[in-house]
């Protein structure tokens, strides 16, 4: 990380976190990464984050965080997070927790502490903490969920303004990934297996729910909505002033992504993962955008999870389809990784 900081990736319910988890936590490596909740059968919480915090011994951390976390680390940090349009997210909310657990719609946003201004709460320091509403700036247990005010609202803008280092979105979450990997310099963002972890089987529909449910969601979010239209402005502002190259990224990642996403399925497994790819590279061939598998395939093999093997073939790929400089750039990323290959050799000769 530049100057040595810490990263924490703040998640809030609902809005892409657990993806972005599996996407930094394959990129920085599991050694590096510190997961507040649970993965892979496992689950941490807040003592955890406090034993490894002392420990020092992560670069990353993310997870369902709240800010103040970073005053319990030994280096400075960035905050980077997500936000998504209040409403969608309240009802995604209920649609992953709440209406599997029989609550009806209304019991569930008077019960939700997270679908009442939650971005907003998270934002000064205030989430839950074993059950109990906590204060994560203060460290101490709190008597009842807060209700928050205008005085809230600027807090949040005053943290997000002096320690986040990126405010990203739900709804442009390609965009965002891009924007991540130029700010800190990192190798093309995406998961392998779980670019769509943790997703409903069906979108959210604002317009499948009763409009009394929308005016309510509306009233308990007040002030998220204004947090939320507050950096939804200043986020497109950013993206519309970046260069053609940015999006040119942009335009492959999302060919890419689409590859390796498919609603319904959380997790892909290898063979999965293979046949969308050959089905994915396969199109692009039969219409004539050669150069485009070439460039799907590139950001493919720098990812640590893709062996020598699947790296060799993208190379025998490549060299079918691709240009001269294309062979080249590609078996020069190789050796550096594998080093001197004859098997390599024998493709490039």
């Not at 990464?33 to 490894?52: Q, V």
């Not at 209304?106 to 074993?130: A, F, T």
């Not at 640590?304 to 079918?320: G, N, T, V, Y």
Request: proline share 3%.
């Amino acid at each position: 990380m530049p100057d040595g900081k810490i990263l924490i990736f703040m998640q809030h319910g609902r809005s892409a976190g657990n993806a972005l988890c599996a996407i930094l936590q394959e990129e920085f490596g599991d050694e590096n990464f510190f997961k507040l909740g649970a993965y892979d059968n496992i689950t941490k919480d807040h003592s955890d984050f406090l034993a490894a915090a002392g420990a020092n011994r992560h670069q990353v951390y993310g997870g369902h965080f709240c800010y103040g976390i970073h005053r319990h680390l030994a280096a400075a940090a960035d905050y980077i997070t997500t936000l998504r349009e209040p409403v969608e997210r309240a009802l995604s909310n209920y649609e992953a927790w709440g209406r599997g657990r029989g609550y009806t719609i209304d019991q569930w946003l008077d019960h939700d502490y997270d679908s009442n201004d939650g971005m907003v709460k998270r934002h000064i320091g205030v989430g839950e903490n074993d059950g109990q509403p906590y204060d994560y700036l203060q460290d101490r247990v709190l008597d009842e969920d807060l209700a928050i005010t205008e005085a809230h609202l600027q807090q949040a803008i005053a943290a997000i303004e002096r320690d986040f280092a990126l405010v990203l979105l739900h709804s442009h979450l390609i965009e965002s990934t891009v924007m991540l990997q130029r700010h800190y310099r990192t190798r093309p963002l995406f998961s392998i297996r779980r670019q769509f972890h943790n997703h409903l089987l069906h979108p959210i529909r604002v317009e499948n729910y009763p409009s009394r449910v929308i005016d309510k969601i509306h009233e308990k979010n007040r002030f998220d909505r204004i947090l939320y239209e507050e950096f939804r402005k200043r986020f497109l502002k950013q993206l519309a002033a970046l260069p053609d190259d940015f999006h040119e990224e942009v335009r492959i990642m999302k060919m890419l992504t689409t590859i390796l996403s498919e609603r319904g399925v959380q997790m892909m497994d290898e063979q999965q993962i293979l046949d969308r790819l050959t089905a994915g590279l396969n199109q692009l061939l039969q219409v004539g955008r050669t150069a485009d598998a070439v460039q799907v395939l590139r950001r493919l093999t720098v990812k640590d999870c893709m062996d020598r093997s699947f790296c060799l073939k993208a190379i025998e790929i490549i060299k079918q389809i691709g240009s001269p400089e294309d062979l080249a750039t590609e078996a020069a990323i190789y050796q550096a990784r594998f080093g001197q290959d004859p098997a390599l050799q024998a493709l490039v000769a």
